[in-house]
């Protein structure tokens, strides 16, 4: 909004005083600088009018101006209606001088004249406010103006009140009349207070209001030699001030310069003490109100002085004893010393130093300031530096320091009015200021995406593809003009066309392979966003072969890279506009590139690569369609082979074929478990889950999809969103198109795409991490629903029926997918007759307008959540967040075609935060750095300690210091190598417990399908913020934080760690020794699971993991990279039930199923990394162990009880120890040269080095001397001599050396 039109109102009647005014002698008399006694009347009326209107065009020299001198009534009427009808909705200015006329009255009246100047006539402000309509602003230059602004504001309370009336009752009298304009957008400024009349001071003008506000240097000059400090400066004088060279609009000169600084002060002083909004309607919206508005300030200032006080509407804070007005008195002071030499003796200009001296004044607020402080006060003054060459590079240094200090600053700068001077400054050619306008455009549009207009308006977008392109640019800057160009192409056409001819997609790719991570990640994401909904785009990428460009991303280290270029490729399949054959080989082509990411270890990725499929799923849905019913038709006719089904007769594996517990949605719902607290709570807690696991033969059948959607509610399903496909029939689904051969079955070959992406979304809605699972049951169950829908035979298809011949031409549509098969939508007739059998959950998240059956895609509300600005190590990414599309009661929106994870905003707030300030880890007075501080002398002492006492020997390990009844049958035991803290898994739990106070700290749900059961977990990061890894036999991996500690445990990640986990083959060299065996595995439960399960290795110096388990290799994982680093073959035709690496020699040994122990050197090849193979046990190896020194030897020990001490250069053992036959559990002491044996016969043999033994458990002590049950698990501690001891009847205790040793 701006003022385009002014009337000038002048009631001087010069040569007549009014009659209620008793003027002092002398007296105030210059009207605009001009003595109205020193001409004629008439011409003084006309030259003071003229100066008036030249004072209001220094400010505004485009409005239209209006003078009206000595008017009368209808003169007033007629110019204000014939304003406002030309200024339409624009805001025009009144402005009134009553210096001629009486006093305004109290019943709202100010005065002009009749046509023959006899009589004052009055003028009611009601009549005024009809005239001028809003937006107006009204300045009075009278005595008592403070009346008026009272008076206006009762007048528009009586409108806004007429107008109410009116609205409410049509018939009354007040509704037949015109309605009176609201004068709610009606600005006012006024001399003085009610009571008070103006400054009669002979020194000073008579419109001394007027002069403040259109003349502010002139009169702020005056008043500072009227002062007594000003005789401080010799030789001012009034005359002087006159002479002061340059013109106010040329900031070079010192009148120039010293109206830069009266600017830049008074806007400070109003963004400092006025609230935000106001401050922005006031003095950032039309140039003319906040000219007239920072000279109001001074007004305040110096009228306050003569005891007058000016008045606004909206009333401001006092602000005439503000410290910035010492600044603008230094200024001046400043100003007139340097001047006077130049006047006298005509020297050159010195620049005031009045904004270096602000400059660093912030710079000090920047560098100096503690965390949680008031804004700085000197923005307002950076902003106006901008303006200035000599100090611009400086300004826009600290802005770009200051915009760092994150969102709440950058919110800050914009309200100060920021965003013209640096959109103007890209107009700039000059290098230097390259990276910092990159810089501070980054921070900007991180926090408001919403300038992407106004930037390509002003070809704005031009500056960074330039700096994109410039190869000598440093790649942080061309990152961040990247992830501008990400943000102006963003959903937005225009940008995209912009764009594109500014070449940017062949810019991207060049970048592609920059060694930046940063730079490769918005790379990828600007391609995705440009060809997203953007056909040229697109086509321009395939004549460009982006798509095969962006293949090589997807096996980047980083895994934010790999995410983002999945995204990319997505988008790039997910464009609905009319394929040809060749779109649709590069879809194909696109969709078997992104499948080889199916088990990829982020899971940020993956939930990505859902997205990404689930885009190609829309674009070929009859296509799917068709596959999906040829997988229902085959689970329907097909008997599972159940995973451990194929293994040898001895092993005993009893087939159930039960629904899996469906897994709870958000991994914060597992927690819901914990509300259970007494052992016997939480068995019935999680009996309920297994409701169905006895049930009868018609509470499960996979053939009915209803009634599987039914038993999946009585499950406790996880969203209460009605699947047509439960997890467990996707699961069976999963495993059925392993061992059947559908390709063969559906005989297109060209489906074989489409069956193969249906299988890897089969696979990831198995996906450990409950995201993944979440989006990929839901993008199944879509298709599902249109399947089966379009299947049933009583719907009349039209002629787009799935029965085309040609299934590479999928349907054009956008997001309206409802049209794809030619089904219309669904009646809700015929829908809620298929929900009739089917129990309604209680609905949590879901609106209730949804109609039964659509699983929309992210139906879920976006979790708020803050992400530190780099992902940590196993940082799970953003949560997802979909968005449901089109309206309620029709069957469109299954999947959601805006469907997202929210990757690009998650990555986007990198910018949005800090990137200067310190980390808190490298902080030394930061308290995570005080906390890890303490961690690490907690270490030592625990290491000091400990090494003490086993450096003494430990002659006995019996005394037991805890033992306590486990929720569930420990299954594996782990101690935190530092604190007093000892994890216990059951099969699909894990306790915590306070070895110590012997108290329980937690116990929560692992996640794993009912099948499964948890076969081994590592701490990592034991020495700092510990996590927890757990491994479970289907080769899935789950990685905790936050548990233990009375919070909610949170699942940082979880991956497939190991795909495909065979059945196993157990070696049989000897009859006797193979009964064992499966005597043992019977006894500990292994045969039902088909072996081992899943075995890690944790080394930490490296990141890196060792897992195998039922499988023919050892995989190793970069847990920093979330990837598979390394397959190392173990050349065996068994499982591996044992690993242990060093990460000094590189070394991997591992303890096999047969009974051999095979030593990879992991720095060779996969063929020749085995570089020993000991074949001396005779039975399954139970442990192998391999000491971390330098020439530490291996130790491994069988079911038969022998202990076999290894060198590893050596191939024969160099020392054998008989111990008990039958070993179900074994251990040792890394450092006390110890190890313990558990065995089927109910107790623990512990030995020392050379095979002696030195205590033997049969009985828990105090415990009614009850002899303990059969061995299930037992651990050493890393450091302490104390073995954690788990078996069959529940019991979990720990044994210690003797007291007098701890």
Same mark, same amino acid.
């Given at each position: 909004?701006?003022?385009?039109?002014?009337?000038?109102?002048?009631?001087?009647?010069?040569?007549?005083?009014?009659?209620?005014?008793?003027?002092?002698?002398?007296?105030?008399?210059?009207?605009?600088?001009?003595?109205?006694?020193?001409?004629?009347?008439?011409?003084?009326?006309?030259?003071?009018?003229?100066?008036?209107?030249?004072?209001?065009?220094?400010?505004?020299?485009?409005?239209?101006?209006?003078?009206?001198?000595?008017?009368?009534?209808?003169?007033?009427?007629?110019?204000?209606?014939?304003?406002?009808?030309?200024?339409?909705?624009?805001?025009?200015?009144?402005?009134?001088?009553?210096?001629?006329?009486?006093?305004?009255?109290? *019943?709202?009246?100010?005065?002009?004249?009749?046509?023959?100047?006899?009589?004052?006539?009055?003028?009611?402000?009601?009549?005024?406010?009809?005239?001028?309509?809003?937006?107006?602003?009204?300045?009075? @230059?009278?005595?008592?103006?403070?009346?008026?602004?009272?008076?206006?504001?009762?007048?528009?309370?009586?409108?806004?009140?007429?107008?109410?009336?009116?609205? =409410?009752?049509?018939?009354?009298?007040?509704?037949?009349?015109?309605?009176?304009?609201?004068?709610?957008?009606?600005?006012?400024?006024?001399?003085?207070?009610?009571?008070?009349?103006? $400054?009669?001071?002979?020194?000073?003008?008579?419109?001394?209001?007027?002069?403040?506000?259109?003349?502010?240097?002139?009169?702020?000059?005056?008043?500072?030699?009227?002062?007594?400090?000003?005789?401080?400066?010799?030789?001012?004088?009034?005359?002087?001030?006159?002479?002061?060279?340059?013109?106010?609009?040329?900031?070079?000169?010192?009148?120039?310069?010293?109206?830069?600084?009266?600017?830049?002060?008074?806007?400070?002083?109003?963004?400092?003490?006025?609230?935000? @909004?106001?401050?922005?309607?006031?003095?950032?919206?039309?140039?003319?109100?906040?000219?007239?508005?920072?000279?109001?300030?001074?007004?305040?200032?110096?009228?306050?002085?003569?005891?007058?006080?000016?008045?606004?509407? /909206?009333?401001?804070?006092?602000?005439?004893?503000?410290?910035?007005?010492?600044?603008?008195?230094?200024?001046?002071?400043?100003?007139?010393?340097?001047?006077?030499?130049?006047?006298?003796?005509?020297?050159?200009?010195?620049?005031?130093?009045?904004?270096?001296?602000?400059?660093?004044?912030?710079?000090?607020?920047?560098?100096?300031?503690?965390?949680?402080? *008031?804004?700085?006060?000197?923005?307002?003054?950076?902003?106006?530096?901008?303006?200035?060459?000599?100090?611009?590079?400086?300004?826009?240094?600290?802005?770009?320091?200051?915009?760092?200090?994150?969102?709440?600053?950058?919110?800050?700068?914009?309200?100060?009015?920021?965003?013209?001077?640096?959109?103007?400054?890209?107009?700039?050619?000059?290098?230097?200021?390259?990276?910092?306008?990159?810089?501070?455009?980054?921070?900007?549009?991180?926090?408001?995406?919403?300038?992407?207009?106004?930037?390509?308006?002003?070809?704005?977008?031009?500056?960074?593809?330039?700096?994109?392109?410039?190869?000598?640019?440093?790649?942080?800057?061309?990152?961040?003009?990247?992830? =501008?160009?990400?943000?102006?192409?963003?959903?937005?056409?225009?940008?995209?066309?912009? #764009?594109?001819?500014?070449?940017?997609?062949?810019?991207?790719?060049?970048?592609?392979? @920059?060694?930046?991570?940063?730079?490769?990640?918005?790379?990828?994401?600007?391609?995705?966003?440009?060809?997203?909904?953007?056909?040229?785009?697109?086509?321009?990428?395939?004549?460009?072969?982006?798509?095969?460009?962006?293949?090589?991303?997807?096996?980047?280290?980083?895994?934010?890279?790999?995410?983002?270029?999945?995204?990319?490729?997505?988008?790039?399949?997910?464009?609905?506009?009319?394929?040809?054959?060749?779109?649709?080989?590069?879809?194909?082509?696109?969709?078997?590139?992104?499948?080889?990411?199916?088990?990829?270890?982020?899971?940020?990725?993956?939930?990505?690569?859902?997205?990404?499929?689930?885009?190609?799923?829309?674009?070929?849905?009859?296509?799917?369609?068709?596959?999906?019913?040829?997988?229902?038709?085959?689970?329907?006719?097909?008997?599972?082979?159940?995973?451990?089904?194929?293994?040898? /007769?001895?092993?005993?594996?009893?087939?159930?074929?039960?629904?899996?517990?469906?897994?709870?949605?958000?991994?914060?719902?597992?927690?819901?478990?914990?509300?259970?607290?007494?052992?016997?709570?939480?068995?019935?807690?999680?009996?309920?889950? *297994?409701?169905?696991?006895?049930?009868?033969?018609?509470?499960?059948?996979?053939?009915?999809?209803?009634?599987?959607?039914?038993?999946?509610?009585?499950?406790?399903?996880?969203?209460?969103?009605?699947?047509?496909?439960?997890?467990?029939?996707?699961?069976?689904?999963?495993?059925?198109?392993?061992?059947?051969?559908?390709?063969?079955?559906?005989?297109?070959?060209?489906?074989?795409?489409?069956?193969?992406?249906?299988?890897?979304?089969?696979?990831?809605?198995?996906?450990?991490?409950?995201?993944?699972?979440?989006?990929?049951?839901?993008?199944?169950?879509?298709?599902?629903?249109?399947?089966?829908?379009?299947?049933?035979?009583?719907?009349?298809?039209?002629?787009?029926?799935?029965?085309?011949?040609?299934?590479?031409?999928?349907?054009?549509?956008?997001?309206?997918?409802? %049209?794809?098969?030619?089904? $219309? $939508?669904?009646?809700?007739?015929?829908?809620?007759?298929?929900?009739?059998?089917? $129990?309604?959950?209680?609905?949590?998240?879901?609106?209730?307008?949804?109609?039964?059956?659509?699983?929309?895609?992210?139906?879920?509300?976006?979790?708020?959540?803050?992400?530190?600005?780099?992902?940590?190590?196993?940082?799970?990414?953003?949560?997802?967040?979909?968005?449901?599309?089109?309206?309620?009661?029709?069957?469109?929106?299954?999947?959601?075609?805006?469907?997202?994870?929210?990757?690009?905003?998650?990555?986007?707030?990198?910018?949005?935060?800090?990137?200067?300030?310190?980390?808190?880890?490298?902080?030394?007075?930061?308290?995570? +750095?005080?906390?890890?501080?303490?961690?690490?002398? +907690?270490?030592?002492?625990?290491?000091?300690?400990?090494?003490?006492?086993?450096?003494?020997?430990?002659?006995?390990?019996?005394?037991?210091?805890?033992?306590?009844?486990?929720?569930?049958?420990?299954?594996?035991?782990?101690?935190? /190598?530092?604190?007093?803290?000892?994890?216990?898994?059951?099969?699909?739990?894990?306790?915590?417990?306070?070895?110590?106070?012997?108290?329980?700290?937690?116990?929560?749900?692992?996640?794993?399908?009912?099948?499964?059961?948890?076969?081994?977990?590592?701490?990592?990061?034991?020495?700092?913020?510990?996590?927890?890894?757990?491994?479970?036999?289907?080769?899935?991996?789950?990685?905790?934080?936050?548990?233990?500690?009375?919070?909610?445990?949170?699942?940082?990640?979880?991956? %497939?760690?190991?795909?495909?986990?065979?059945?196993?083959?157990?070696?049989?060299?000897?009859?006797?020794?193979?009964?064992?065996?499966?005597?043992?595995?019977?006894?500990?439960?292994?045969?039902? %699971?088909?072996?081992?399960?899943?075995?890690?290795?944790?080394?930490?110096?490296?990141?890196?993991?060792?897992?195998?388990?039922?499988?023919?290799?050892?995989?190793?994982?970069?847990?920093?990279?979330?990837?598979?680093?390394?397959?190392?073959?173990?050349?065996?035709?068994?499982?591996?039930?044992?690993?242990?690496?060093?990460?000094?020699?590189?070394?991997?040994?591992?303890?096999?199923?047969?009974?051999?122990?095979?030593?990879?050197?992991?720095?060779?090849?996969?063929?020749?990394? +085995?570089?020993?193979?000991?074949?001396?046990?005779?039975?399954?190896?139970?442990?192998?162990?391999?000491?971390?020194?330098?020439?530490?030897?291996?130790?491994?020990?069988?079911?038969?009880?022998?202990?076999?001490?290894?060198?590893?250069?050596?191939?024969?053992?160099?020392?054998?120890?008989?111990?008990?036959?039958?070993?179900?559990?074994?251990? =040792?002491?890394?450092?006390?040269?110890?190890?313990?044996?558990?065995?089927?016969?109910?107790?623990?043999?512990?030995?020392?080095?050379?095979?002696?033994?030195?205590?033997?458990?049969?009985?828990?002590?105090?415990?009614?001397? %009850?002899?303990?049950?059969?061995?299930? #698990?037992?651990?050493?501690?890393?450091?302490?001599?104390?073995?954690?001891?788990?078996?069959?009847?529940?019991?979990?205790?720990?044994?210690?050396?003797?007291?007098?040793?701890?």
């Amino acid at each position: 909004m701006k003022t385009v039109s002014v009337a000038l109102v002048l009631c001087l009647n010069v040569g007549v005083d009014p009659p209620d005014v008793v003027k002092t002698s002398p007296c105030a008399r210059l009207e605009c600088w001009i003595d109205p006694l020193s001409m004629s009347p008439q011409k003084a009326l006309e030259t003071i009018g003229a100066n008036l209107q030249k004072q209001y065009e220094n400010w505004q020299p485009r409005a239209r101006y209006k003078q009206s001198l000595d008017p009368t009534v209808d003169e007033v009427k007629k110019l204000c209606t014939s304003l406002r009808r030309n200024a339409k909705e624009e805001r025009v200015l009144f402005h009134y001088n009553g210096h001629g006329v009486p006093r305004p009255t109290v *019943n709202g009246e100010i005065w002009v004249f009749n046509k023959n100047y006899t009589q004052y006539i009055p003028l009611s402000i009601y009549d005024l406010q009809t005239w001028m309509g809003s937006p107006s602003i009204f300045v009075y @230059d009278c005595s008592n103006a403070g009346i008026i602004v009272k008076s206006f504001k009762q007048f528009a309370l009586q409108r806004e009140q007429e107008l109410e009336v009116a609205a =409410i009752n049509p018939s009354h009298p007040l509704a037949q009349m015109p309605l009176p304009p609201s004068m709610k957008n009606c600005i006012q400024l006024a001399a003085c207070e009610a009571s008070e009349l103006l $400054p009669m001071n002979p020194d000073l003008p008579a419109d001394l209001f007027t002069s403040c506000l259109t003349t502010p240097i002139k009169i702020a000059l005056r008043w500072f030699c009227m002062q007594k400090s000003a005789k401080l400066v010799p030789g001012v004088t009034l005359d002087l001030i006159e002479k002061i060279p340059g013109r106010l609009n040329d900031r070079r000169t010192p009148l120039g310069e010293l109206n830069w600084i009266f600017t830049a002060i008074t806007d400070t002083i109003a963004w400092n003490v006025l609230p935000r @909004d106001l401050f922005q309607k006031l003095f950032r919206q039309d140039l003319l109100v906040a000219s007239l508005f920072r000279n109001f300030l001074l007004a305040e200032r110096i009228m306050r002085s003569y005891n007058c006080t000016p008045v606004s509407s /909206p009333r401001l804070p006092p602000t005439y004893m503000h410290a910035m007005w010492q600044a603008w008195d230094l200024a001046v002071d400043i100003c007139l010393l340097s001047s006077l030499p130049s006047l006298r003796r005509a020297t050159a200009f010195r620049h005031s130093p009045f904004f270096a001296e602000q400059l660093t004044a912030f710079q000090v607020w920047l560098t100096m300031g503690v965390e949680n402080r *008031n804004p700085p006060e000197q923005l307002p003054i950076v902003l106006q530096v901008l303006l200035s060459q000599v100090h611009r590079l400086r300004a826009l240094d600290l802005l770009g320091c200051f915009l760092d200090l994150g969102p709440w600053a950058v919110s800050l700068a914009l309200s100060v009015g920021i965003f013209p001077y640096v959109l103007k400054l890209l107009q700039s050619s000059a290098r230097e200021l390259r990276p910092l306008l990159v810089f501070i455009w980054a921070k900007i549009l991180a926090v408001d995406s919403s300038c992407q207009a106004d930037l390509v308006k002003d070809n704005g977008h031009k500056y960074f593809l330039s700096v994109l392109a410039d190869s000598y640019m440093p790649a942080e800057h061309r990152t961040m003009a990247v992830f =501008i160009l990400a943000v102006i192409v963003n959903s937005y056409n225009t940008g995209q066309e912009a #764009c594109l001819q500014g070449n940017l997609i062949a810019n991207c790719l060049e970048q592609l392979s @920059d060694p930046h991570p940063l730079l490769r990640q918005w790379v990828a994401i600007c391609l995705g966003r440009i060809w997203q909904n953007f056909e040229p785009a697109r086509w321009c990428g395939v004549r460009d072969s982006a798509h095969e460009k962006l293949y090589t991303l997807l096996s980047d280290p980083i895994p934010e890279v790999r995410c983002a270029a999945v995204f990319a490729l997505g988008t790039f399949v997910g464009n609905s506009a009319e394929r040809t054959d060749h779109s649709t080989t590069i879809d194909h082509n696109v969709a078997m590139m992104l499948a080889q990411l199916i088990n990829d270890g982020s899971p940020v990725v993956r939930k990505e690569l859902v997205v990404a499929l689930s885009h190609l799923v829309v674009q070929y849905e009859s296509n799917f369609c068709t596959v999906a019913l040829q997988f229902i038709e085959e689970e329907k006719n097909y008997t599972v082979p159940s995973p451990a089904n194929t293994a040898e /007769p001895g092993s005993l594996t009893p087939v159930r074929d039960s629904p899996a517990i469906p897994r709870l949605r958000s991994v914060n719902s597992y927690t819901n478990i914990r509300a259970a607290t007494t052992a016997r709570n939480l068995n019935k807690s999680l009996q309920n889950l *297994n409701l169905n696991e006895e049930g009868g033969p018609a509470a499960f059948s996979p053939g009915n999809l209803s009634t599987s959607s039914s038993a999946s509610s009585t499950l406790g399903s996880p969203d209460n969103d009605e699947y047509i496909l439960s997890f467990e029939t996707i699961d069976k689904m999963r495993r059925v198109s392993s061992y059947s051969s559908l390709n063969s079955l559906i005989g297109v070959s060209f489906n074989s795409v489409y069956t193969q992406i249906w299988r890897v979304l089969l696979h990831l809605a198995a996906d450990p991490f409950p995201e993944v699972s979440d989006l990929a049951m839901k993008v199944l169950n879509s298709i599902a629903y249109k399947a089966t829908m379009n299947a049933r035979p009583q719907r009349i298809l039209d002629s787009g029926s799935l029965t085309q011949s040609a299934p590479a031409s999928p349907t054009s549509k956008g997001t309206h997918i409802h %049209q794809a098969g030619g089904s $219309p $939508p669904m009646p809700s007739a015929s829908s809620s007759s298929l929900t009739n059998e089917v $129990p309604k959950p209680p609905a949590r998240e879901q609106p209730a307008t949804r109609p039964p059956y659509t699983p929309t895609l992210g139906g879920q509300a976006p979790h708020s959540h803050q992400f530190p600005r780099t992902r940590k190590m196993f940082d799970k990414g953003p949560e997802q967040a979909g968005e449901d599309g089109d309206e309620p009661g029709s069957h469109r929106n299954y999947i959601s075609a805006a469907l997202q994870t929210g990757l690009c905003d998650w990555s986007a707030k990198y910018f949005a935060q800090p990137v200067m300030k310190i980390p808190e880890e490298h902080d030394l007075e930061s308290q995570v +750095r005080m906390e890890r501080q303490w961690r690490f002398l +907690r270490n030592t002492r625990v290491r000091r300690q400990s090494r003490g006492i086993t450096q003494r020997g430990v002659s006995r390990l019996d005394d037991q210091i805890f033992i306590n009844r486990n929720p569930g049958v420990p299954s594996v035991v782990k101690f935190h /190598p530092f604190n007093t803290c000892i994890a216990v898994a059951d099969k699909d739990s894990i306790c915590f417990w306070d070895w110590e106070k012997g108290e329980r700290l937690d116990y929560f749900y692992n996640g794993n399908p009912r099948y499964t059961r948890i076969t081994a977990m590592e701490y990592l990061n034991g020495h700092d913020c510990s996590l927890l890894l757990t491994a479970t036999d289907d080769g899935a991996l789950r990685i905790w934080k936050n548990f233990a500690d009375q919070k909610n445990p949170e699942m940082v990640t979880a991956w %497939q760690g190991l795909s495909d986990m065979l059945p196993t083959t157990r070696g049989q060299p000897t009859s006797s020794a193979h009964s064992l065996a499966r005597r043992v595995s019977i006894y500990l439960d292994r045969s039902k %699971q088909g072996g081992a399960g899943m075995v890690v290795d944790w080394e930490q110096e490296t990141g890196l993991l060792m897992t195998s388990g039922d499988v023919r290799v050892v995989r190793i994982w970069d847990t920093d990279r979330e990837m598979k680093v390394q397959d190392i073959p173990t050349g065996a035709d068994s499982c591996v039930t044992s690993l242990s690496c060093d990460s000094q020699r590189s070394l991997i040994v591992a303890g096999l199923g047969d009974g051999s122990v095979r030593v990879f050197d992991r720095r060779m090849g996969p063929n020749e990394c +085995r570089v020993m193979t000991y074949r001396e046990h005779g039975a399954w190896v139970v442990k192998a162990h391999l000491q971390k020194e330098t020439d530490g030897h291996i130790i491994s020990v069988s079911v038969n009880g022998d202990v076999r001490f290894f060198e590893p250069r050596s191939p024969d053992s160099i020392n054998v120890l008989q111990t008990v036959k039958g070993l179900t559990a074994l251990d =040792i002491h890394p450092q006390a040269n110890l190890f313990a044996c558990g065995s089927m016969n109910q107790f623990i043999a512990v030995y020392n080095a050379n095979g002696d033994v030195i205590s033997n458990i049969k009985y828990y002590d105090g415990f009614m001397g %009850q002899r303990i049950g059969a061995i299930s #698990c037992l651990a050493f501690h890393p450091h302490w001599p104390h073995l954690a001891v788990g078996s069959n009847d529940y019991y979990m205790s720990i044994y210690s050396a003797e007291k007098r040793l701890r």
